[in-house]
């Protein structure tokens, strides 16, 4: 059973910095493609940033280099690096898994992140 957990959301005061992970379990971690969604009051779920088996990363726009991805498959971890926080930031922060060749997606349970002005 694929297992996905957030951790390290919390309150910060814009400009602060944040470091989300996400471990995994129930799968085998090293093959699967891992990214950071977020979803704001009243918005739709949107894409972060995703890394690939290979190491490969794709950015959102808005990141604009404040946030990095990053994984340990020693540790079946994913992180979120996120620096230079604004209030627009504020959203919960979801971990996903997919597999090459798949349709199936795997999500965590997500982590509030709150940023204050």
């Known amino acids: 059973q694929v297992q996905l957990v957030e951790s390290g959301g919390g309150l910060v005061q814009a400009g602060g910095s944040l470091r989300l992970s996400c471990a995994a379990s129930g799968m085998l971690f090293s093959s699967a493609d891992m990214g950071w969604y977020r979803q704001a009051p009243g918005k739709q779920r949107e894409l972060v940033a995703r890394?690939?088996?290979?190491?490969?990363?794709v950015s959102a726009a808005f990141v604009k280099g404040r946030f990095t991805i990053s994984r340990d498959n020693a540790k079946n971890t994913v992180y979120l690096q996120m620096d230079s926080l604004k209030p627009e930031d504020t959203a919960v922060y979801y971990c996903?898994?997919?597999?090459?060749?798949?349709?199936?997606?795997?999500w965590g349970q997500g982590t509030q992140v709150t940023v204050s002005s």
């Open positions: 996903a898994a997919d597999f090459f060749g798949s349709p199936t997606a795997y």
């Open positions: 890394i690939t088996r290979g190491g490969s990363t």
